[in-house]
């Protein structure tokens, strides 16, 4: 399953520049603006206000140098929960190849102040990329709480549910578990407590699918992310049906709101990590969207979905692929394909085999490339509403999706 990116266009904030270590800072510098910010007018504490401030700097560092006890030396530890999460987080960063790591003041107009019992809370962006797999580092929101302890500041929150919500976030495995990441080549893989027992396996299978999606793709790289984690969060959040009917989902990473794409990664059902007759054919339909990215963006979702499943279906003879959609399309009829999300809530079994079909009938008897060049068309072409998207089909192919439809169904029970 392919989410767009309007289900996480406020996931991701605006990046900003790292902080520079030792002497003072240049004029315009993030550290600049901090102690510009840190002498504004109004704080009731200005004492906690500062020392909370230079505390970014400090986990920063700490973060960046891979320096476990300082990072934890800023954590509350009477704060039992949120020290032994701050723990975990910090080894699961640690196993990701991490860069332009930063901690930054966000944007306090979004965030009143609050000193009640003496807490301050403070809008921080925290920026990172993933070195080889981000083609630009990523911001994620956070609302860090510091308090006054004997005498120091110290950190004892780092989120709040309700800018959460309003922003979107969507937790990553790192901030849910301990996580096992595994890496060959251009993959890499998280896993968690719950499924790194099948780790060695997905690993050999997702170079397999990799080496099967690339032969439709050749101008793909082949690097990518891949969630494997038993919380199913993400997808929950990100899919059109329920979890239990979603196999995976292959979303954009956006370094803030309205873009550019970072990356995109993909994350399956736990259930699918484990199932060694499944997980393959999974496999290659979410690297079928990682490998297009976006450049079916604004294909129907029936085009955007068979395309993906083609791919996935493409490594068994055409013959094979006839006879299976005949036997999952037994009693089904010709009709028009469905270009919306209601694809994910209608009849999703009969959607996704019907698309698969019609991709493969395309793709099959008139040449791989009419499929493409159709998805390509879709890139440029003025529709208005997804009825118009009718007209585009028309005008590539020569007949209505529906008419299609009947000479795909016709084409897989001639075998």
């Known amino acids: ?41 109004g704080a009731k504490d200005e004492t906690l206000r500062e020392e909370a401030l230079a505390l970014l700097d400090e986990r920063e560092r700490a973060l960046a140098d891979g320096d476990r006890e300082a990072f934890l030396a800023t954590v509350d530890p009477d704060e039992l929960g949120f020290s032994a999460t701050q723990a975990r987080w910090f080894d699961n960063l640690a196993q990701l190849p991490m860069a332009d790591v930063s901690f930054e003041l966000g944007e306090e107009d979004a965030l009143a102040d609050d000193f009640d019992d003496g807490e301050l809370r403070l809008p921080v962006e925290f920026t990172m990329r993933l070195r080889g797999f981000d083609s630009r580092p990523v911001t994620d929101m956070m609302v860090w709480t510091f308090v006054h302890r004997d005498h120091d500041v110290l950190l004892v929150g780092d989120r709040d549910d309700k800018v959460d919500l309003v922003n979107g976030w969507i937790p990553a495995p790192w901030d849910l578990a301990h996580i096992e990441v595994r890496r060959s080549g251009g993959i890499l893989a998280v896993f968690d407590e719950d499924t790194s027992e099948h780790a060695t396996y997905v690993m050999s299978d997702l170079a397999d699918a990799t080496a099967a999606v690339r032969r439709h793709f050749p101008d793909w790289s082949g690097r990518y992310v891949a969630y494997g984690a038993s919380d199913t969060t993400a997808i929950a959040e990100m899919s059109g049906m329920t979890v239990d009917q979603t196999a995976g989902v292959a979303f954009p990473v956006l370094a803030r709101p309205d873009g550019p794409v970072a990356a995109y990664r993909f994350a399956v059902n736990p259930t699918v990590v484990g199932d060694v007759v499944a997980r393959g054919l999974v496999f ?13 963006d604004r294909s129907p979702v029936w ?86 998207t009718e007209g585009v089909v028309r005008r590539e192919l020569g007949l209505s999706t529906k008419e299609l439809s009947a000479q795909a169904l016709a084409w897989a029970r001639a075998v």
Do not use: K
């Not at 767009?4 to 603006?33: F, I, V």
């Not at 959609?325 to 009849?347: H, I, K, N, W």
């Not at 009969?350 to 040449?367: E, F, I, P």
């Open 1 to 41: 399953m392919r989410a767009s990116r309007a289900w996480l266009a406020c996931l991701l904030l605006l990046p900003t520049l790292a902080c520079r270590a030792g002497g003072q800072p240049p004029e315009d510098s993030p550290a600049a603006d901090r102690q510009e910010l840190s002498a504004a007018p």
């Open 284 to 296: 290659r339909h979410e690297l079928a969207h990682v490998a297009l990215g976006a450049d079916d």
């Open 303 to 388: 085009l955007m979905e068979g395309a993906a499943e083609y791919v996935a279906r493409s490594t068994m003879p055409v013959d094979d692929r006839r006879r299976i959609a005949a036997y999952q399309l037994v009693g089904a009829s010709a009709r028009m394909l469905e270009p919306t999300r209601s694809f994910y809530t209608g009849d999703p079994t009969l959607s996704y085999n019907l698309a698969a079909l019609v991709c493969d009938y395309v793709a099959t008897t008139r040449g791989e490339a009419a499929l493409w060049d159709l998805v390509r068309s879709f890139r440029t072409a003025r529709f208005f509403s997804w009825a118009q």
